[in-house]
């Protein structure tokens, strides 16, 4: 296992926040993990993976007292250097119960229960609003999704958009440990580009897996081991290089509770969520802008 570096800054306004922190020893290629079957509902099956996909390890274990000092780090909190974990207010928890979604099973049903909800979806709508604007410096910021995803995934991103229309659920492919970016973006400019704050609107915890590396650090140790001079590093192929020249580098989780959020430069550091274990729907909503606590 190779030793955490400085880099991206954990915050946490909880109590007992980084005692649900945790560290492991690297990440392995999707192929070498038994991937935990999906029973929910009516499915039943193994997830699917990019070929170049790469999962954490699997052991999991409390953060030594240099390593939390490595990740509590003194630099100035900013959009693109740091990870926040915090909860939302009584008042704002009190209307995500009003919604009553988290005993449905799809996304299509949480989606028809919330237009059926338009009352409470407002008064939630003005209390995010309330509650986001201090958090975004007074800048602009928008609502992007409410996400579900099934429980027991090791990891929850995927890619749809090469699949013929009509796909079932189990074709989906999942990403593995990625970084956000679109082709408007360059690894030394994606720092610009802000940051997510993602709510826990299931019922059961879930997990946020993070690399505490910029993607400025990430190309500089790559570029440390090419022999080949002409080999592109683009925001699109970043990820496979670090992990395939760094696969002891640590993942850090964290227990994200029901209602409980994280804000995340998730276009410039590897990362992914985890419902692994939970047998409900894994219901979370992201709003874009540049938060910081």
Same mark, same amino acid.
């Given at each position: 296992m190779l030793k955490l570096k400085k880099g991206i800054g954990l915050y946490?306004?909880?109590?007992?926040?980084? *005692?649900?922190?945790?560290?492991? #020893?690297?990440?392995?290629? &999707?192929?070498?993990?038994?991937?935990? %079957?999906?029973?929910?509902?009516?499915?039943?099956?193994?997830?699917?993976? @990019? *070929?170049? =996909?790469?999962? %954490?390890? @699997?052991?999991?274990?409390?953060?030594?007292?240099?390593?939390?000092?490595?990740?509590?780090? !003194? /630099?100035?909190? $900013?959009?693109?250097? #740091?990870?926040?974990?915090? *909860?939302?207010? =009584?008042?704002?928890?009190?209307?995500?119960e009003e919604l009553e979604i988290t005993d449905l099973t799809s996304r299509e049903e949480v989606m028809a229960r919330i237009r059926e909800r338009g009352t409470i979806v407002k008064k939630m709508s003005d209390g995010l609003q309330n509650f986001l604007f201090p958090k975004a410096n007074n800048? %602009?910021?928008?609502?992007?999704?409410?996400?579900? !995803?099934? %429980?027991?995934?090791e990891l929850?991103?995927?890619?749809? #958009?090469?699949? @013929?229309?009509?796909?079932?659920?189990?074709?989906?492919? +999942?990403?593995?440990? @990625?970084? *956000?970016?679109?082709?408007f973006m360059k690894i030394h400019t994606v720092h610009k580009a802000g940051n997510r704050i993602t709510i826990n609107l299931g019922k059961q915890s879930r997990f946020f897996y993070f690399i505490n590396l910029s993607l400025i650090q990430v190309f500089n140790m790559i570029k440390s081991k090419l022999t080949f001079e002409d080999e592109k590093i683009s925001i699109y192929n970043i990820a496979? &290089?670090?992990?395939? +020249?760094?696969?002891? &580098?640590?993942?850090?989780?964290?227990? $994200?509770?029901? +209602?409980? +959020?994280?804000? =995340?430069? /998730?276009d410039n550091c590897f990362h992914d969520g985890s419902t692994l274990g939970n047998t409900s729907l894994d219901i979370n909503m992201v709003y874009f802008g540049s938060f910081t606590c």
């Open positions: 946490s306004s909880l109590q007992d926040g980084f *005692d649900r922190v945790y560290i492991n #020893s690297g990440t392995l290629p &999707y192929k070498e993990q038994e991937l935990q %079957p999906i029973k929910f509902g009516n499915w039943d099956f193994v997830p699917l993976f @990019h *070929d170049k =996909a790469y999962l %954490p390890r @699997h052991d999991w274990r409390a953060l030594a007292p240099i390593e939390l000092a490595q990740l509590n780090v !003194n /630099t100035r909190q $900013q959009d693109y250097n #740091s990870i926040f974990i915090g *909860d939302t207010p =009584a008042e704002l928890k009190q209307i995500f800048k %602009p910021f928008k609502f992007n999704c409410i996400a579900a !995803n099934l %429980p027991n995934l929850v991103a995927c890619d749809i #958009s090469k699949l @013929h229309p009509g796909f079932t659920v189990p074709e989906r492919k +999942y990403e593995g440990l @990625h970084n *956000d970016g679109t082709k496979p &290089y670090f992990f395939k +020249y760094f696969p002891d &580098y640590p993942v850090i989780k964290i227990i $994200q509770k029901p +209602y409980e +959020y994280y804000i =995340a430069p /998730t």
